[in-house]
């Protein structure tokens, strides 16, 4: 396998522990798996690893690194599904990613890494890198939440607050990379991570027996909205689907460079100066793959909404009274389709996920 630059095309061989290509555009992974056929699924595994015959894995390392995430349940609240994707080794959905990306790293024999995150990445890539016996420092910003701070250092990873928001953090983690040389274990930076949130949509296809008319998904980084694309079009170009399902991804009103960047026609993210917002964890002014993010929004006629600031806790509220307990960033998501339906009617069978349990975001 190999790694392709997003930017100028340059291969890399796919061992490569390079964060990115010189250039400085972020590789993609040159992988097609074999048509998705619920024949290949690993009866032996559970969750991520029950569709590894889709991953693009090359040994045994997975098996000890996995902790059974994934294979959430879906629950109907009101007129919309959730898919509980807080019911993870770490609260968080992230685990998708995390657990293929600490496989990875085992397969290569890393023995150190960084990452920076707003929390819950920074929490599984810890987990994660404590299973493979990887040693691991996480950036996150001085704002981020107590309780993630918390379960960081628990699974004995470094945490180092950096002052300032989300970028600034990312910035000076990267500056640690580049001049260190030290493995970037980055949901962003690193497509292992979306091979892991793809299984998202594999999951949602084996429990409802297809798609839902329309997913709704939290857009910041794109760490789950790459995965399902990737996912989605496996499906579809395995047959299993006819049609992409509409797809509405949601972006904080208060930090939302992709949707400004949809208003104005732009096919990189637009400038934007964040404004504090309870949702955390999609608080990215600058998104590293805000391009390939809105080469695929065009692609798929993807909507860009905004989750309203002052409805998020209103939402949280509303789930957390349906046994539901999220935190504020995926209760954003909740907050957005449902000020969406109301301005324009019912869409369909809808599929949100429930992507962090509320204990992690207490303020």
Not at 52 to 77: H, K, Q
Not at 269 to 279: I, S
């Amino acid at each position: 396998m190999n790694f392709v630059c997003t930017s100028c095309g340059k291969r890399e061989t796919a061992s490569s522990l390079a964060p990115r290509c010189p250039c400085g555009g972020l590789w993609k992974l040159d992988f097609t798996p074999p048509p998705f056929d619920p024949a290949l699924f690993d009866g032996s595994a559970r969750g991520v690893f029950r569709y590894r015959a889709f991953l693009p894995l090359e040994g045994g390392a997975w098996r000890s690194v996995t902790l059974g995430e994934g294979a959430t349940p879906i629950a109907r609240v009101g007129g919309a599904l959730f898919k509980l994707d807080f019911l993870m080794p770490t609260l968080s959905f992230k685990d998708r990613g995390a657990a293929v990306l600490a496989a990875r790293m085992k397969e290569l024999g890393v023995a150190r890494a960084v990452q920076d995150s707003s929390g819950n990445a920074g929490n599984s890539v810890a987990a994660y890198c404590a299973r493979a016996g990887i040693a691991c420092e996480i950036f996150v910003p001085e704002g981020t939440s107590p309780g993630k701070i918390d379960m960081i250092r628990a699974h004995g990873a470094t945490c180092i607050l950096v002052p300032g928001d989300r970028d600034r953090c990312a910035e000076v983690c990267r500056a640690r990379v580049e001049n260190e040389g030290l493995f970037y274990a980055s949901h962003v930076y690193n497509p292992y991570f979306y091979e892991g949130t793809k299984t998202y949509v594999y999951e949602i296809y084996e429990q409802l027996g297809g798609m839902p008319e329309a997913l709704v998904l939290p857009l910041g980084n794109g760490t789950l909205l790459l995965g399902a694309m990737l996912g989605l079009e496996h499906l579809l170009a395995s047959g299993r689907i006819s049609d992409m399902p509409r797809i509405l991804a949601v972006q904080s009103a208060n930090c939302a460079p992709i949707l400004e960047a949809r208003r104005l026609g732009l096919s990189a993210p637009a400038p934007v100066k964040p404004l504090p917002t309870l949702a955390e964890g999609i608080a990215i002014g600058k998104p590293a793959r805000g391009t390939e993010i809105l080469g695929y929004i065009r692609k798929h006629n993807v909507e860009v909404i905004p989750a309203p600031e002052d409805g998020i806790a209103a939402a949280r509220d509303a789930l957390a009274r349906e046994g539901i307990f999220v935190e504020y960033t995926s209760a954003a998501t909740y907050a957005a389709y449902l000020d969406y339906v109301n301005q324009r009617g019912p869409i369909g069978e809808c599929l949100l996920p429930a992507t962090g349990a509320g204990l992690k975001g207490a303020h």
